[in-house]
Every structure is written in C-alpha cells, then in structure tokens.
Nanobody, 125 residues
Framework: EVQLVESGGGLVQAGGSLRLSCAASGFTFDRYAIGWFRQAPGKEREGVSCISSIDGSTYYGDSVKGRFTISKVNANNTMYLQMNSLKPGDTAVYYC??????????????????WGQGTQVTVSS
C-alpha cells in the first residue's frame, strides 16, 4: 500500500519558519519525482516545489523562491520542505505528492500518482 504521510504543519507568525516532512512507503521512492503542492480555501491548487528523480534538479514556484528549500533522504524515504520568512499568503493545506515527473506535481490540474492527506500551515499577520 502506498502511503505519503505529511507532518510539521502548524500556526506560525509572519516571518517565522516551519519544516514539513513527508514519510513515504509502498513504492520505489528514488524512482519518483517527489514534491509539494498546496491549496488554500477557494483557490486553485498551486505547485510549491519538486525534486526530479532523474537528475535531482529542483523546482520552486515563483511565490516561494528564495524562501523555501526542498530536500530528501532516499535512504529514509523522507522528503522535507524548509519554509522560512513565511507570509500570510502561504496559508494553505500542504500536500506531499509523488509522480514520474515534476511536471504533474507542480501543475494545476493533473492528479499526481500518489499524494498524502495534507498538513495545515497557517501564517498569522
């Protein structure tokens, strides 16, 4: 059974930091692109970040570039998202996702092969 379990969300003041974790199981972790997307109430899904399985290259959405850092530890089947300088606009449910390509994870409409239950991030002003 494929599982992606997010943790690390919470309430933080603007300017603060959080680190999200995603524990994966049930599939070959290092053969999949893995990343994060988020969705706020009434808003479209937004790709946040992704790591390619092919060359390890990373992608960041324009709104998070320079503030968020994605990383993973293949040996532990775990991915992280370090979020610094958080803004109220970062408030959303953050989902960990895996697919054969980052293109699907960071796009708006295609559904990734696998995704987790989400973790809430709330940034107060």
């Amino acid at each position: 059974e494929v599982q992606l379990v997010e943790s690390g969300g919470g309430l933080v003041q603007a300017g603060g930091s959080l680190r999200l974790s995603c524990a994966a199981s049930g599939f070959t972790f290092d053969r999949y692109a893995i990343g994060w997307f988020r969705q706020a109430p009434g808003k479209e899904r937004e790709g946040v970040s992704c790591i390619s399985s092919i060359d390890g290259s990373t992608y960041y959405g324009d709104s998070v570039k320079g503030r968020f850092t994605i990383s993973k530890v293949n040996a532990n089947n775990t991915m992280y998202l370090q979020m610094n300088s958080l803004k109220p606009g970062d408030t959303a449910v953050y989902y960990c996702a895996a697919d054969v390509t980052c293109i699907v994870i960071v796009a708006t409409t295609p559904i990734p092969d696998y995704w987790g239950q989400g973790t809430q991030v709330t940034v107060s002003s």
